[in-house]
Nanobody, 128 residues
Framework: QLQPVESGGGSVQSGGSLVLSCTIS????????MGWFRQAPGQEREGVAA???????TYAKSVKGRFTISQDNAEDALYLQMNSLAPEDSAMYYC??????????????????????WGQGTQVTVSS
């Protein structure tokens, strides 16, 4: 059973940076789609960044060029480097994983429904 645990959130000023970390225990299959979602109050959970089993990374348009997703398989760790943060990036951030490839639905409305393993999330607050 996959168990994500996020850390690294906090409060920063606009233009600042944060690094989110996540450990995902319970991986037993050879390939997983892993990624980050975020959810602001009153908003639906949305895909932010994903990394596929072959190392391919993808990003939501709103964060491309500012955020970088990476993994350390030896540590069962997933990271999200966030630069040039803006107030609209404020949200609860969640990491997740599922077996097999990410597919094309990660960033679509309701894409989070394809994932079952969720941690408690880590709050990111960006002030202007």
């Amino acid at each position: 059973q996959l168990q994500p645990v996020e850390s690294g959130g906090g409060s920063v000023q606009s233009g600042g940076s944060l690094v989110l970390s996540c450990t995902i225990s319970g991986r037993t299959l050879p390939r997983y789609c892993m990624g980050w979602f975020r959810q602001a109050p009153g908003q639906e959970r949305e895909g932010v960044a994903a990394i596929d089993g072959d190392g391919t990374t993808t990003y939501a348009k709103s964060v491309k060029g500012r955020f970088t997703i990476s993994q350390d398989n030896a540590e069962d760790a997933l990271y999200l480097q966030m630069n040039s943060l803006a107030p609209e990036d404020s949200a609860m951030y969640y990491c997740t994983a599922r077996p097999h490839a990410c597919g094309g639905g990660f960033y679509t409305r309701g894409g989070y429904h394809a994932f079952r393993a969720w941690g408690q999330g880590t709050q990111v607050t960006v002030s202007s």
